[in-house]
Every structure is written in C-alpha cells, then in structure tokens.
Nanobody
Framework: QVQLVESGGGSVQAGGSLTLSCATTGFTYATYCLGWFRQAPGKEREGVAALDSEGKTTYADAVKGRFTISQDNVKNTIYLRMNRLKPEETEMYYC??????????????????????WSQGTQVTVSS
C-alpha cells in the first residue's frame, strides 16, 4: 500500500522560507512522477512543481526561482523548499506520486490525473 506522509507546514512571515517533506512508503515504481500542488478554499488545485524519473524538473511560473523540488532516494522522501514566500501563497500544500510522466517543459507541471497517490496535505500560512 502506497502512503505519502507530509510534514513541514506552518506559519511564516512574508519573505520567509519553509521546507515541506513528503515521505513515501510502498512506492516502488521504476519510473515515476512526483509533484507538489496547492489549493486555496474554493479554488482548483494547482501544480507547483514536479520531477520525473529522468531527473527533469518543472515549476509553475509563479514560483520559479523561489521554490525547489528535490528528492532523497535513500530516504524515499520528496522535498519542496519555498523561499521568499508571499501572503497569497497561504494554501494547503499536497505532494503526489504517479507511475510515469515525461516533463517536456520547464514551466508546465503535469496535471493532477497523472498522480495516483496523494498526501493528506499540510497548511502553509504566510502573514504580511
């Protein structure tokens, strides 16, 4: 059974930084698609960053240059480092995993249907 357990959310002042972690268990695909998404109340879930099993990464334009997605294959953990956070980025953040995607553009996060497994979500609150 695949599980994604997320941690690292919390409150920070505008301009501050947070790192989200997502520990995966039972996820043993040779190829994979790993992503971070966020969602505000009443809005659609939007892709923030993703990486594929070839090591390619992609970011939403709104976070490019400030957020970094990475993985630790030994710890089976995905990270999202978020710098220079803005109040409008106060949302629930989710990590997600799928069995395959091919990142072809640096500014297009694969859509939600590419991911079979999702974390429970963690709240990030950025105060002004």
């Amino acid at each position: 059974q695949v599980q994604l357990v997320e941690s690292g959310g919390g409150s920070v002042q505008a301009g501050g930084s947070l790192t989200l972690s997502c520990a995966t268990t039972g996820f043993t695909y040779a190829t994979y698609c790993l992503g971070w998404f966020r969602q505000a109340p009443g809005k659609e879930r939007e892709g923030v960053a993703a990486l594929d099993s070839e090591g390619k990464t992609t970011y939403a334009d709104a976070v490019k240059g400030r957020f970094t997605i990475s993985q630790d294959n030994v710890k089976n953990t995905i990270y999202l480092r978020m710098n220079r956070l803005k109040p409008e980025e106060t949302e629930m953040y989710y990590c997600a995993a799928g069995d395959w995607c091919h990142i072809m553009r640096p500014d297009m996060v694969p859509p939600t249907y590419k991911y079979k497994h999702w974390s429970q979500g963690t709240q990030v609150t950025v105060s002004s």
